[in-house]
Structure formats: C-alpha cells, structure tokens
C-alpha cells in the first residue's frame, strides 16, 4: 500500500480493513509520505482499537548520487 495518498489515507486504510480484514499491512512511502504522518494515522483514535502498531521497519540507502 502507497502512503502518498495524503488525507484520504485513513478513509482507504478503513476500507482495506473492512473488506480485506487483512494480517498485517506494509506501508511503503517512497519519499512521499512522511514516516511520522504516517505513525500519526496509524495510531489515531479511529483505528486505535482495530490496529495494534508493532513493528516499524526504516531502510536507508546510503549511497551519495
């Protein structure tokens, strides 16, 4: 799931989980979505009693262009 869609992100996380019920989810924002934006929706009070937020994996490429 992209993270880019700005405000409308915790109206298709709500979706997703309604329909899809899913596990887990894996957030992957590309440099669009700011990580702590992001944590913010997550663990919000709309979904606090639905989402149990765990884990929080960060990759950096260190490489200098």
Same mark, same amino acid.
């Given at each position: 799931m992209c993270?880019?869609?700005?405000?409308?992100?915790?109206k298709t996380l709500?979706?997703?989980?309604e329909h899809a019920?899913?596990?887990r989810l894996i957030i992957e924002p590309t440099g669009l979505?700011?990580?702590?934006? #992001?944590? &913010?929706t997550l663990?919000?009070?709309?979904?606090?009693? #639905?989402? &149990?937020?765990?884990a929080t994996v960060c990759l950096l490429d260190p490489r200098i262009s």
């Open positions: 993270c880019s869609m700005g405000a409308s992100l915790s709500s979706v997703l989980i019920s899913p596990d979505g700011h990580p702590e934006g #992001i944590m &913010d663990m919000n009070r709309s979904f606090k009693d #639905i989402l &149990d937020v765990r």
